[in-house]
């Protein structure tokens, strides 16, 4: 879908799978009134289902993506490929939901989402709940959002190397409602790039199962292994936040 407009009714992609791509699953690119439920993304290259630019009363609910894979470049290639099964950070997410997916199989990133607004809507849920990633890299990569506040809530990462992830520019961040275990890292919630007072806030989370995902012994005998280990990890503020490559 690009550039679609619509009267109010949405168009609908469901029960249908889509698998063995080279490139995209599904994109959708400046698009309004969209609903992709109950569908499967089966292998795929780089990005699994993308949205771009303005995504307008677009739903992603209950879909499961499976199995994205890295491109095969050269070793002479210096290309920065960026890879997520589920890539939205370029998108601008209005009146939309990302809810109830289950991603799996990453040979990166699972989810790559912008962060909730927590200045215009101070609770959770955010437009992006309910989601589960598993057997990856980085389950959650929460991107930068509409405003200095990100809110990252209501999702479930197990068997990943990095549960959930958030290092751009903001002041605050607000993290609630997260279920992380079997990771060597749970939650990396870095602020930077701005001015004034800098907070983190995390509460009614759950974490376990902190080690060396492929070192079923990880606590014995191996201490120096083991320091990079942490369920929650909150860097200093820095000047300088990371940014997406293109």
């Not at 289902?49 to 307008?56: D, Y």
Request: glycine share 8%; net charge negative; hydrophobic share 40%.
């Amino acid at each position: 879908f690009e550039a679609l407009t619509s009267d109010g009714t949405a168009s609908l992609i469901t029960r249908t799978v889509v698998r063995d791509s080279e490139g995209w699953n599904a994109l959708i690119k400046n698009s309004k009134f969209v609903t992709l439920e109950d569908n499967i993304f089966y292998i795929s290259k780089r990005i699994g289902v993308a949205f771009e630019g303005s995504i307008n009363n677009v739903k992603f609910l209950n879909n499961l993506i499976i199995g994205n894979l890295m491109r095969e470049l050269s070793s002479a290639d210096t290309t920065v490929d960026f890879t997520s099964a589920f890539a939205a950070h370029d998108a601008t997410l209005i009146s939309s939901e990302v809810s109830g997916n289950i991603v799996c199989g990453c040979e990166d990133h699972c989810i790559t989402v912008p962060a909730g607004d927590c200045i215009a809507q101070p609770n959770a849920p955010w437009q992006v709940k309910n989601n589960i990633a598993h057997s990856g890299q980085k389950g959650l990569l929460a991107t930068k959002g509409p405003s200095g506040c990100y809110g990252i809530s209501h999702f479930i990462g197990y068997k990943l190397e990095d549960g959930v992830i958030s290092y751009f520019p903001s002041n605050t961040i607000k993290a609630s409602a997260l279920a992380v275990t079997d990771t060597i890292r749970g939650v990396t919630l870095l602020t930077g790039e701005m001015e004034g007072q800098h907070d983190v806030n995390i509460e009614n989370c759950y974490f376990a199962g902190v080690s060396l995902v492929n070192v079923p012994n990880a606590y014995t005998g191996r201490s120096r292994e083991c320091s990079g280990l942490a369920a929650i990890l909150i860097p200093a503020a820095t000047e300088s936040a990371k940014k997406i490559p293109p």
